[in-house]
T-cell receptor, first 109, second 115 residues
């Protein structure tokens, strides 16, 4: 079966750095997405990785290792508004999105 | 630019009543359309997707149905709601043409509470 694992919940301090991990086992791979979802709102796109390596976009970076079936989302200089759930999703060989359950990130002052 | 809109945003319905959630996309042609449900604190569960007018694929057997009467319109329905139908419903679209990454774009969501 297809599976995506990410931690259920993480806590970090304002101004700090946090890394959210995602491991996957899917039927094929055509890319990995990270979405941010604030409580009661729709998910919004953060990043897309299809090749190995690090993609940096402002305070957010996303890393991919296809050989290890592993990705992480790195958030720097955390702000209170970063409190949200972060969803990892993989595009499989049929271009269907397989979703992780999401990681709830709690930011403390 | 492309936009997606779904309504109503919030709905409180009694058990056994019907349901209709609507979603429209503007600014693109022949999109793939999706209905997801998200239970509180849980991940996204794919309910239906459509690759064209009148073409509906169901991922989860249940008392819900979907229809696509027009290219950019997607409707989620039920004849008789169950308590377990409560949740946050999300409509989404994407295109899978050359150069597309497969990124999904979501509507604002519809919060359904069945009492």
């Amino acid at each position: 079966g297809q599976n995506i694992d990410q931690p259920t919940e993480m806590t970090a301090t304002e101004g700090a750095i946090v890394q959210i991990n995602c491991t996957y086992q899917t039927s094929g791979f055509n890319g990995l997405f990270w979405y941010q979802q604030h409580a009661g709102e729709a998910p919004t796109f953060l990043s897309y990785n299809v090749l190995d390596g690090l993609e940096e976009k402002g305070r957010f970076s996303s890393f991919l290792s296809r050989s290890k079936g592993y990705s992480y989302l790195l958030l720097k200089e955390l702000q209170m508004k970063d409190s949200a759930s972060y969803l990892c999703a993989v595009l499989d060989s049929n271009y269907q999105l397989i979703w992780g359950a999401g990681t709830k990130l709690i930011i403390k002052p | 630019s492309q936009t997606i809109h779904q309504w109503p945003a919030t709905l409180v319905q009694p058990v056994g009543s019907p349901l209709s959630l609507e979603c429209t996309v503007e600014g693109t042609s022949n999109p793939n359309l999706y209905w997801y449900r998200q239970a509180a604190g849980r991940g996204l569960q794919l309910l239906f997707y459509s690759v064209g007018i009148g073409q509906i694929s169901s991922e989860v057997p249940q008392n819900l149905s979907a229809s696509r009467p027009q290219d950019r319109q997607f409707i989620l329905s039920s004849k008789k709601l169950l308590l377990s139908d409560s949740g946050f419903y999300l409509c989404a679209w994407r295109t899978l043409g050359q150069g597309d990454t497969g990124e999904l774009f979501f509507g604002e969501g519809s919060r359904l509470t069945v009492l």
